[in-house]
């Protein structure tokens, strides 16, 4: 790690983070969970909520994919994603899911605040996000496609959001 300049797990844990999470509503499987920690820990964003069903550390699964992330990322269990979501909004994120719906912000137009903190939901891997939260949060981003599959692997989505909106931030910073 060293020659790689990487940040131990401890250095990780004090150093400053990207006002980011990362919200998972029962996703179902453990490796895209994984795959979530170690993005999250690659983009040194703030943590991930865990909600409803998704599977949550220690689990073999998720440590063959998250390959240590589950000790450097901060994370929170909520059983109802709705908790999640006013915890945050009290906490004055502006939350977002990840979606493809009718009135979704083109993942290219969307432009962050300046300053602000943010949370991106990512939901089931095979009914979404919930239809509930479209009243509780402050809009819907999707991830353009051009191919005939209609979705990308929750864990794919989560990495394109992070890489666009952290060379977004960089820009704006």
Known sequence: MS???????????????????????????????GSIFRTADAFRIEGIYICGISARPPHKDISK???????????KYFQKVTDAVNELKKEQYNVYMVEQAD???DLGDFKPLK????????GHEVFGVKEELFSLTDGCIEIPQFGTKHSFNVAISAGIILWDIVNKLKVEG
Request: charged letters at 25%.
């Open 103 to 105: 009135e979704s912000i």
């Open 65 to 75: 994919t998250a390959l240590g992330a589950t000790e450097s990322v901060a994370w």
């Open 115 to 122: 300053g602000s903190k943010l949370a991106f939901i990512f």
């Open 3 to 33: 020659e790689l300049n990487r940040l131990s797990a401890e250095e990780f844990k004090s150093s400053e983070k990207l006002p980011i999470i990362i919200v998972l509503d029962d996703v179902r499987s453990a490796y895209n969970v």
